[in-house]
T-cell receptor
Framework: GAVVSQHPSWVICKSGTSVKIECRSLDFQATTMFWYRQFPKQSLMLMATSNEGSKATYEQGVEKDKFLINHASLTLSTLTVTSAHPEDSSFYIC???????????FGPGTRLTVT | AQSVTQLGSHVSVSEGALVLLRCNYSSSVPPYLFWYVQYPNQGLQLLLKYTSAATLVKGINGFEAEFKKSETSFHLTKPSAHMSDAAEYFCAVSDSSGTYKYIFGTGTRLKVLA
């Protein structure tokens, strides 16, 4: 149980375009989802926390207008990278939990390359 | 504020030798502590977690970790390394009241030598 999927697993886009990444909890209802970013050979950095039906809470230094997060249902959260630039290239990982205080279950990640 | 320090960004052990990956934490409230493993281009897999129950926690694949409050440590061990253990390992802390955010350490890359 507690499976989280991400789609796509990898994506290449051109500079200036937008790309959407989906995070789904397959066998449980996730009230809370988290989005992380991981640069090569580095740790995971929390970008934002999203609760179903409400606006996401962004970490300091994360541009909310650039990284749009939507958590419209209990099983789906999306991260849209708008006007992508090469520096946005990274590995994006989501996690989901039943409630804020519960254990997070991590997705397999999405590799974004902006050319 | 919480923080996690993983000593040693790279650790090499011989196959069959003891694995010891170090993690120290800082937290003003009782912490939840986690160890995750990450294989290349993959997400995180939970190895084990401490949530204020038994201080010696057993996880998957033969790993275990001991919570030592006096030393603010949560080191990960495995008696005998396998080649398949070669991966990146992350320690994470979450406060048990409040934001519940996970703060990750910088990771330790484990290399297993034949």
């Amino acid at each position: 149980g507690a499976v989280v999927s991400q789609h796509p697993s990898w994506v290449i886009c051109k500079s200036g375009t937008s790309v959407k990444i989906e995070c789904r909890s397959l066998d449980f209802q996730a009230t809370t989802m988290f989005w992380y970013r991981q640069f090569p050979k580095q740790s995971l950095m929390l970008m934002a926390t999203s609760n179903e039906g409400s606006k996401a809470t962004y970490e300091q230094g994360v541009e909310k207008d650039k990284f749009l997060i939507n958590h419209a249902s209990l099983t789906l959260s999306t991260l849209t990278v708008t006007s992508a630039h090469p520096e946005d290239s990274s590995f994006y990982i989501c996690s989901a939990s039943l409630n804020l205080e519960d254990e997070q279950y991590f997705g397999p990640g999405t590799r974004l390359t902006v050319t | 504020a919480q923080s996690v320090t993983q000593l040693g960004s790279h650790v090499s052990v011989s196959e069959g030798a003891l694995v010891l990956l170090r993690c120290n934490y800082s937290s003003s409230v009782p912490p939840y502590l986690f160890w995750y493993v990450q294989y290349p281009n993959q997400g995180l897999q939970l190895l084990l977690k401490y949530t204020s129950a038994a201080t010696l926690v057993k996880g998957i694949n033969g790993f275990e970790a001991e919570f030592k409050k006096s030393e603010t440590s949560f080191h990960l061990t495995k008696p005998s390394a396998h080649m398949s253990d070669a991966a990146e390992y992350f320690c994470a802390v979450s406060d048990s009241s409040g934001t519940y955010k996970y703060i990750f350490g910088t990771g330790t890359r484990l290399k297993v030598l034949a």
